[in-house]
Structure formats: structure tokens, C-alpha cells
């Protein structure tokens, strides 16, 4: 075997051993589970990453034919309406065998066609091993999207034995604004510059950003629950966080080990969606920041477009961490934690950057899909977020309406804070 094909094999092996001790803690029930109803139910998902798999690499860059038709389609996207009356809903779906024999089939088949795929190196999907990458990268991401599923789902569907206890309780600590000097920022990668990057990442361009000031820290759970305070109890159960439960008159917040009292997730960022953070931030007499302004932000030095260095953030993480217990990651500006424990709603609408071009013929979809201003850009990463995504061109978004994510924010201001 030639080093780079075992090299390449050992990489998918690695993601799909981690699918397998993702799905591995859900119980046979709970594949039929549809815990947020603008999802798919979970069966969907374990599907979806080997026909995802099959779909770009065997089919799409290879040009073979379909190797299961029904399933390769079934599997093939998943779904973000805008309601759940819009969302699909099938009658019944294989059986979770019928699936396992499927993804077998399509591991098996990937890895004889690695050698296929290194030598078309005339075809940018395949040069570079770019397919593979892509593919690699789509089964980490579905890694922590998974994970909200499952906190969203009901007690005893997902083994949640395994969850460590935290390695930090308390309430953290309150944000202060600080001020950020204006400056250029780079935004994006050149297609040249990454070995592999998705569409949107590319188009390098310069903005600059303007005198600003940024909280420190992202807003926590506490700080939401006194925002909610001052409002009538009518008003008070549509604000709640789809993040926290209700018990007995007392909120709990969800987390994939099942939920656990406010006492020790208060001081952990507050999970929202960008309507909710962008209301929260006009309440105070502030805003989001935009995408350009946290980049800007979140340097490590004024004079280098480096990032600060990530923290609380890694996949072996179980759940967030107070705010204020990475100072290490202060950036040049004294902001913490931009990069960790909770993407940050931004008010940048997710668009494509100077020059877009969805390179990658077989997933002609993946951005420009949501190119239709009802998303906006998060940024950062969460705690569960496998760090091949901290690269500095990275991109994520969600629906701004949508709830379920690892999204918390921070509040920007134009004027100093009177705080
Ligand atoms: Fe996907």
C-alpha cells in the first residue's frame, strides 16, 4: 500500500470509528426518534454519512453508478426548513441492519477506490486528495451536530454513561466591554493557500473595521435567566432557550449527558438562537458584531492576522466550561474564549465571499443553498467542535431562527459601555 492511500485510509477510518462510538450510545429505539422536528430522525443520519460518502467520492468523483439507488437518494441531503410544517416526513424508513449492511458496503468500496482518486490528479476534486478531505470533513461536523440532536432528546435514548463529570462548576464571570482599535482584517483563504477548504472559505478579501467595543466574554446561562427576570411570566416561557427544560418550576439545561441544574451551568454560555441573541443585545443597548469585527477581534497580535489561540474546545468534551476560565486565550484586544466554548452569533448574513465558486462539482449546493438571508454567520467553535475546523478561513452558519446549535453570543457596542 503507498503511504499517502494508507495515509488517507487511516484518516477515514478515524472518522468513521468516531461515527461508530457516536451512534454506538443511542439504543435501538432511539434511532426512530426525531428530537427537533426541523430534522431528520437519527436513523436518517446514520445513513446519510456513508451515502454522503459513496455519493462524492465513488459516484461523483469516480463516475460509477448508484450502488444501492433508493438508499444513495434517501441519504443524500439532509433538511433546514423554515418550519416544521415544511419538513419532510417519511412513513417509514429501512431498518437500522438494513443501514449497517449498507454503510459496510460503501466503507469497503471507498477505501479500494482511494488509489482511483489520487491518480485523477488532473480533476481539483480529486488533486490533492480534495474529495476525501471533503468527505472527512462532513462526517466530523455531523460529529457535534449529532450531539445537539441527542441533548435534545428524551431521557434513557442515549447512553449517557459515559459522561465525565465537569472539570469546572461555578457561576463564571460577568463580560466587560473592551475597547477594539480599528483596523484591516483578511477575511477568507486564497484557493491555492489550503489543501483543502470549502466553497465559501474562498476569496480572500480586506475589510476594515471601524472603532468598536466587544464584551470580553460571551453572555451566560445566569445573565439570560436575569434578562428573562425582568419580564412578565407570560413573556418569560417564549424567551426560555430551547437549550434549557423546565422540571418542576425549575430550569434545567440540556446537555448530551442529560440535564443538570442551573446552579452548574449558569456560568456556562447561554445556547440561543441568533433572533434570540440579536434581542438580548438590543435590550442592553447593544448589538452582534459582524463576522469581520470578531476576526478582527480575535487576533493575537495587532500586528498579525493570526488568530488567538483556541480553547474549550475539542471533541473529547462533554460540555461547556464557565466563561472566564481560558484566559489564555485573550486576544490582542483582552477578548476571550472567541475561539471555544460556544459558536458566536455574528450579524453578518451568511453570502458568499468575492470571487465564490463552488468548486467542488458534486456538492454544487453545500453554500449556496443557504445564500438566501435567512442565515448568518457563527463563529468560533463550541466544545464538541473537532479542531481541523479551527482554521482561519473556516465558516459556519445556521438558520438565525434555529434554536437546537452550540450557539451562544457576545454583545458589541458603537459607543463606550456605560456598563
Ligand atoms: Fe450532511
Given at each position: 500500500?503507498?503511504?499517502?492511500?494508507?495515509?488517507?485510509?487511516?484518516?477515514?477510518?478515524?472518522?468513521?470509528?468516531?461515527?461508530?462510538?457516536?451512534?454506538?450510545?443511542?439504543?435501538?429505539?432511539?434511532?426512530?426518534?426525531?428530537?427537533?422536528?426541523?430534522?431528520?430522525?437519527?436513523?436518517?443520519?446514520?445513513?446519510?454519512?456513508?451515502?454522503?460518502?459513496?455519493?462524492?467520492?465513488?459516484?461523483?468523483?469516480?463516475?460509477?453508478?448508484?450502488?444501492?439507488?433508493?438508499?444513495?437518494?434517501?441519504?443524500?441531503?439532509?433538511?433546514?426548513?423554515?418550519?416544521?410544517?415544511?419538513?419532510?416526513?417519511?412513513?417509514?424508513?429501512?431498518?437500522?441492519?438494513?443501514?449497517?449492511?449498507?454503510?459496510?458496503?460503501?466503507?469497503?468500496?471507498?477505501?479500494?477506490?482511494?488509489?482511483?482518486?489520487?491518480?485523477?490528479?488532473?480533476?481539483?476534486?480529486?488533486?490533492?486528495g480534495r474529495v476525501l478531505s471533503l468527505v472527512i470533513e462532513h462526517e466530523r461536523m455531523h460529529?457535534?451536530?449529532?450531539?445537539?440532536?441527542?441533548?435534545?432528546?428524551?431521557?434513557?435514548?442515549?447512553?449517557?454513561?459515559?459522561?465525565?463529570?465537569?472539570?469546572?462548576?461555578?457561576?463564571?464571570?460577568?463580560?466587560?466591554?473592551?475597547?477594539?482599535?480599528?483596523?484591516?482584517?483578511?477575511?477568507?483563504?486564497?484557493?491555492?493557500?489550503?489543501?483543502?477548504?470549502?466553497?465559501?472559505?474562498?476569496?480572500?478579501?480586506?475589510?476594515?473595521?471601524?472603532?468598536?467595543?466587544?464584551?470580553?466574554?460571551?453572555?451566560?446561562?445566569?445573565?439570560?435567566?436575569?434578562?428573562?427576570?425582568?419580564?412578565?411570566?407570560?413573556?418569560?416561557?417564549?424567551?426560555?432557550?430551547?437549550?434549557?427544560?423546565?422540571?418542576?418550576?425549575?430550569?434545567?439545561?440540556?446537555?448530551?449527558?442529560?440535564?443538570?441544574?442551573?446552579?452548574?451551568?449558569?456560568?456556562?454560555?447561554?445556547?440561543?438562537?441568533?433572533?434570540?441573541?440579536?434581542?438580548?443585545?438590543?435590550?442592553?443597548?447593544?448589538?452582534?458584531?459582524?463576522?469581520?469585527?470578531?476576526?478582527?477581534?480575535?487576533?493575537?497580535?495587532?500586528?498579525?492576522?493570526?488568530?488567538?489561540?483556541?480553547?474549550?474546545?475539542?471533541?473529547?468534551?462533554?460540555?461547556?466550561?464557565?466563561?472566564?476560565?481560558?484566559?489564555?486565550?485573550?486576544?490582542?484586544?483582552?477578548?476571550?474564549?472567541?475561539?471555544?466554548?460556544?459558536?458566536?452569533?455574528?450579524?453578518?448574513?451568511?453570502?458568499?465571499?468575492?470571487?465564490?465558486?463552488?468548486?467542488?462539482?458534486?456538492?454544487?449546493?453545500?453554500?449556496?443553498?443557504?445564500?438566501?438571508?435567512?442565515?448568518?454567520?457563527?463563529?468560533?467553535?463550541?466544545?464538541?467542535?473537532?479542531?481541523?475546523?479551527?482554521?482561519?478561513?473556516?465558516?459556519?452558519?445556521?438558520?438565525?431562527?434555529?434554536?437546537?446549535?452550540?450557539?451562544?453570543?457576545?454583545?458589541?457596542?458603537?459607543?463606550?459601555?456605560?456598563?
Amino acid at each position: 500500500m503507498s503511504g499517502a492511500r494508507a495515509s488517507w485510509i487511516g484518516r477515514l477510518e478515524g472518522a468513521w470509528a468516531r461515527s461508530d462510538e457516536v451512534f454506538a450510545t443511542l439504543s435501538p429505539a432511539a434511532f426512530s426518534l426525531r428530537p427537533i422536528a426541523l430534522r431528520h430522525p437519527l436513523l436518517f443520519y446514520l445513513g446519510h454519512l456513508p451515502a454522503f460518502a459513496y455519493n462524492q467520492i465513488v459516484r461523483g468523483a469516480l463516475d460509477e453508478p448508484p450502488l444501492d439507488a433508493a438508499l444513495d437518494t434517501l441519504f443524500e441531503r439532509g433538511i433546514d426548513p423554515e418550519s416544521a410544517s415544511d419538513a419532510v416526513s417519511l412513513a417509514s424508513w429501512p431498518s437500522v441492519a438494513e443501514v449497517i449492511a449498507y454503510r459496510d458496503r460503501v466503507r469497503e468500496l471507498v477505501r479500494e477506490r482511494v488509489s482511483s482518486v489520487l491518480a485523477k490528479r488532473d480533476d481539483v476534486l480529486c488533486d490533492k486528495g480534495r474529495v476525501l478531505s471533503l468527505v472527512i470533513e462532513h462526517e466530523r461536523m455531523h460529529h457535534e451536530t449529532l450531539q445537539y440532536l441527542f441533548a435534545q432528546c428524551p431521557e434513557g435514548a442515549v447512553a449517557r454513561a459515559s459522561a465525565p463529570s465537569p472539570d469546572v462548576v461555578g457561576a463564571g464571570r460577568a463580560a466587560r466591554a473592551v475597547d477594539i482599535a480599528p483596523g484591516p482584517v483578511v477575511l477568507g483563504a486564497r484557493f491555492d493557500e489550503l489543501d483543502f477548504g470549502w466553497d465559501n472559505e474562498f476569496g480572500a478579501e480586506t475589510r476594515s473595521v471601524e472603532r468598536f467595543w466587544l464584551d470580553d466574554l460571551p453572555q451566560r446561562n445566569q445573565d439570560w435567566l436575569d434578562y428573562m427576570g425582568v419580564y412578565s411570566m407570560g413573556a418569560q416561557a417564549s424567551l426560555a432557550p430551547a437549550s434549557w427544560v423546565s422540571r418542576g418550576g425549575q430550569w434545567l439545561v440540556r446537555t448530551v449527558s442529560g440535564p443538570v441544574a442551573m446552579d452548574e451551568a449558569a456560568g456556562w454560555p447561554v445556547q440561543v438562537s441568533g433572533a434570540q441573541a440579536r434581542a438580548f443585545c438590543a435590550a442592553r443597548g447593544g448589538r452582534l458584531a459582524t463576522e469581520a469585527e470578531l476576526h478582527h477581534a480575535a487576533r493575537a497580535r495587532s500586528d498579525s492576522d493570526a488568530l488567538a489561540d483556541p480553547a474549550l474546545v475539542d471533541w473529547a468534551r462533554a460540555r461547556p466550561d464557565p466563561v472566564g476560565s481560558a484566559p489564555e486565550s485573550a486576544s490582542a484586544f483582552g477578548v476571550e474564549e472567541l475561539i471555544g466554548n460556544g459558536w458566536e452569533w455574528t450579524s453578518t448574513e451568511f453570502a458568499p465571499r468575492p470571487g465564490f465558486e463552488a468548486w467542488a462539482r458534486t456538492y454544487p449546493g453545500y453554500s449556496s443553498d443557504f445564500f438566501d438571508g435567512q442565515h448568518d454567520v457563527v463563529f468560533g467553535g463550541a466544545w464538541p467542535t473537532d479542531r481541523v475546523f479551527l482554521r482561519r478561513s473556516f465558516r459556519n452558519w445556521y438558520r438565525r431562527s434555529y434554536p437546537y446549535a452550540f450557539t451562544s453570543f457576545r454583545v458589541a457596542y458603537d459607543e463606550r459601555a456605560t456598563r
